[in-house]
């Protein structure tokens, strides 16, 4: 009975239901403006509630949370310029459904499962929070580097054209996380003497500079295009169209609760490794991926608001952080004189569930909020062409220069567009790049760990991956999926069917 009651802690009292929804609202909007992060957005909201009480402070950090993650889908779908990195994969099928005057239709679709995949990820924390926190512990270092080696091996399912090309831009992309200091040994890499690069080169800015900015040059081409007219009749879902995913939302909801558990990961990687499930389960799509499927939008979005509940798994019963956010709000408790960990279930469960209740409300209000105030957005592809490539690009301009108060990074931003724009002329994907970006940095890190850990011993290296049962879980399924990616997979199993045909 308390713990029902510290659930609905928040709609007994109406001023904590406020700030949730308030949270939620800004979230979305925040989650909407490329470089505008939930993690920003979050750690400034510290220094503000500091000082309020802790159930106020934490609803309205909640509420930002939630509305943020699924927020960033809508430039995804409308401009082609995710808003977090959690939307990548959503904008590889929401903009061409935009394209093709279907831009409600999809926003309708990923609020959807968006809120559903939240439902999912709220459900794990609040029934299985211990269960998964274990499974999260059992990853050791060479265990984050396999899983990025497997994320790495997306470039298949990110690449609709040329594997090889695809291969090319994550590789550029590894080698653009790796640029600046190396962070143990503080030595330069690919900074060719340059002060600018040893910093490194902001993510945001080649996200927002490879997706909005080459958008935009390549839009030039067709300024005096006519805008294609919207469709706004059918933004919620019917029960049929959700019956058809719901198998497919399952699944991926599960991959982001199990990412977004694992500290350091997050719903972009959850987000990515689900659009590439979708692609592998999914064998006869009404439209194929890249242009508009609707499995595409399904995937990524269930996946990337499961892992927020994911993340809050190890802060809450370990006081290990799943990502940034948690990172943040782990802090927030501290401060508020808490201690996020096991104790924290046994000495004040209430606060727990009140997070848990706080969560459910932020999904709901989110669902709320996501399906209304669409036929406005929509406009925004409508406007002509010559009046949204400069906004495209003053927004891009603005997101870039938000995260660090740099002009270095706009300059990166403008430089990764042209860049951006080329490779799309000659048919090089942008997403494997954005990927190894991502990547990089779990890689490097995870390889040295490993491999400290092991004396710099390659055998007991291996040795180790084939002892442990996880490990070896995940490298067969490595081995596999980098099979099934080359021409003689392809080959072989032609030649499988042709016989079981005969």
Same mark, same amino acid.
Request: hydrophobic content about 55%.
């Given at each position: 009975?308390?713990?029902?009651?510290?659930?609905?802690?928040?709609?007994?009292?109406?001023?904590?239901?406020?700030?949730?929804?308030?949270?939620?609202?800004?979230?979305?909007?925040?989650?909407?403006?490329?470089?505008?992060?939930?993690?920003?957005?979050?750690?400034?909201?510290?220094?503000?509630?500091?000082?309020?009480?802790?159930?106020?402070?934490?609803?309205?950090?909640?509420?930002? &949370?939630?509305?943020?993650?699924?927020?960033?889908?809508?430039?995804?779908?409308?401009?082609?310029? !995710?808003?977090?990195?959690?939307?990548?994969?959503?904008?590889?099928?929401?903009?061409?459904?935009?394209?093709?005057?279907?831009?409600?239709?999809?926003?309708?679709?990923?609020?959807?499962?968006?809120?559903?995949?939240?439902?999912?990820?709220?459900?794990?924390?609040?029934?299985?929070?211990?269960?998964?926190?274990?499974?999260?512990?059992?990853?050791?270092?060479?265990?984050?580097?396999? $899983?990025?080696?497997?994320?790495? $091996?997306?470039?298949?399912? $990110? =690449?609709?054209? =040329?594997?090889?090309?695809?291969? #090319?831009?994550?590789?550029?992309?590894?080698?653009?996380?790796?640029?600046?200091?190396?962070?143990?040994?503080?030595?330069?890499?690919?900074?060719?003497?340059?002060?600018?690069?040893?910093?490194?080169?902001?993510?945001?800015?080649?996200?927002?500079?490879? *997706?909005?900015?080459?958008?935009?040059?390549?839009?030039?081409?067709?300024?005096?295009?006519?805008?294609?007219?919207? +469709?706004?009749?059918?933004?919620?879902?019917?029960?049929?169209?959700? +019956? +058809?995913?719901?198998?497919?939302?399952?699944?991926?909801?599960?991959?982001?609760?199990?990412?977004?558990?694992?500290?350091?990961?997050?719903?972009?990687?959850?987000?990515?490794?689900?659009?590439?499930?979708? +692609?592998?389960?999914?064998?006869?799509?009404?439209?194929?991926?890249?242009?508009?499927?609707?499995?595409?939008?399904?995937?990524?979005?269930?996946?990337?608001?499961?892992?927020?509940?994911?993340?809050?798994?190890?802060?809450?019963?370990?006081?290990?952080?799943?990502?940034?956010?948690?990172?943040?709000?782990?802090?927030?408790?501290?401060?508020?004189?808490?201690?996020?960990?096991?104790?924290?279930?046994?000495?004040?469960?209430?606060?727990?569930?009140?997070?848990?209740?706080?969560? #459910?409300?932020?999904?709901? *209000?989110?669902?709320?909020?996501?399906?209304?105030?669409?036929?406005?957005?929509?406009?925004?592809?409508?406007?002509?062409?010559?009046?949204?490539?400069?906004?495209?690009?003053?927004?891009?301009?603005?997101?870039?220069?938000?995260?660090?108060?740099?002009?270095?990074?706009?300059?990166?931003?403008?430089?990764?567009?042209?860049?951006?724009?080329?490779?799309?002329?000659?048919? &090089?994907?942008?997403? !494997?790049?954005?990927?190894?970006?991502?990547?990089?940095?779990?890689?490097?890190?995870?390889?040295?760990?490993?491999?400290?850990?092991?004396?710099?011993?390659?055998?007991?290296?291996?040795?180790?991956?084939?002892?442990?049962? $996880? =490990?070896?879980?995940?490298?067969?399924?490595?081995?596999?999926?980098?099979?099934?990616?080359?021409?003689?997979?392809?080959?072989?199993?032609?030649?499988?069917?042709?016989?079981?045909?005969?």
């Amino acid at each position: 009975m308390d713990t029902f009651l510290a659930i609905l802690t928040i709609f007994t009292h109406p001023e904590l239901l406020v700030l949730v929804g308030i949270g939620t609202f800004a979230g979305i909007y925040i989650g909407a403006i490329p470089g505008l992060s939930v993690t920003m957005a979050v750690s400034i909201l510290i220094s503000f509630t500091f000082s309020w009480d802790v159930y106020p402070a934490i609803s309205l950090m909640v509420g930002i &949370y939630m509305g943020g993650v699924y927020g960033g889908s809508r430039t995804a779908i409308l401009l082609n310029i !995710p808003g977090a990195p959690s939307a990548i994969a959503t904008a590889m099928d929401g903009y061409p459904m935009a394209l093709r005057g279907e831009a409600g239709q999809a926003i309708g679709v990923t609020t959807v499962m968006s809120f559903f995949g939240g439902l999912i990820g709220i459900l794990v924390l609040a029934l299985a929070a211990p269960f998964v926190s274990e499974f999260a512990l059992m990853f050791q270092p060479r265990d984050y580097m396999l $899983l990025a080696v497997l994320g790495i $091996l997306l470039v298949g399912s $990110l =690449s609709s054209g =040329s594997l090889v090309k695809g291969i #090319f831009a994550g590789a550029f992309g590894l080698a653009i996380g790796a640029v600046g200091r190396d962070p143990l040994t503080f030595t330069k890499r690919f900074t060719f003497d340059l002060q600018i690069m040893e910093g490194g080169i902001s993510f945001i800015a080649v996200m927002i500079g490879m *997706f909005g900015v080459s958008e935009a040059l390549l839009q030039l081409q067709n300024v005096d295009k006519k805008a294609v007219r919207q +469709k706004i009749d059918k933004i919620v879902p019917s029960f049929g169209t959700i +019956k +058809k995913f719901l198998p497919l939302s399952l699944q991926t909801s599960t991959i982001g609760v199990i990412i977004g558990a694992l500290p350091g990961t997050g719903g972009d990687i959850a987000a990515l490794m689900a659009y590439d499930h979708a +692609k592998r389960v999914t064998k006869n799509p009404d439209v194929p991926f890249g242009e508009g499927a609707m499995e595409g939008l399904v995937a990524p979005e269930t996946a990337n608001n499961a892992a927020v509940g994911g993340a809050f798994v190890p802060m809450m019963t370990l006081g290990i952080p799943g990502d940034a956010v948690t990172a943040i709000m782990i802090g927030a408790l501290f401060i508020h004189g808490l201690n996020p960990g096991p104790m924290l279930m046994i000495d004040q469960p209430d606060m727990f569930w009140f997070i848990v209740g706080a969560l #459910f409300t932020a999904n709901i *209000f989110m669902l709320i909020f996501g399906l209304t105030g669409i036929k406005v957005f929509t406009k925004i592809v409508e406007m002509p062409r010559a009046i949204i490539i400069p906004l495209s690009l003053l927004l891009s301009i603005v997101g870039a220069y938000a995260v660090n108060n740099s002009i270095s990074d706009v300059y990166w931003m403008l430089a990764f567009g042209v860049f951006g724009y080329f490779m799309r002329h000659y048919g &090089y994907p942008l997403g !494997p790049v954005i990927l190894g970006v991502i990547l990089s940095r779990l890689l490097d890190d995870n390889w040295r760990r490993a491999i400290i850990s092991e004396r710099e011993d390659l055998g007991r290296f291996f040795e180790g991956i084939l002892t442990s049962p $996880l =490990s070896l879980v995940l490298f067969t399924a490595v081995i596999l999926i980098f099979v099934s990616q080359t021409p003689l997979w392809t080959a072989l199993k032609s030649q499988l069917f042709k016989k079981a045909a005969s």
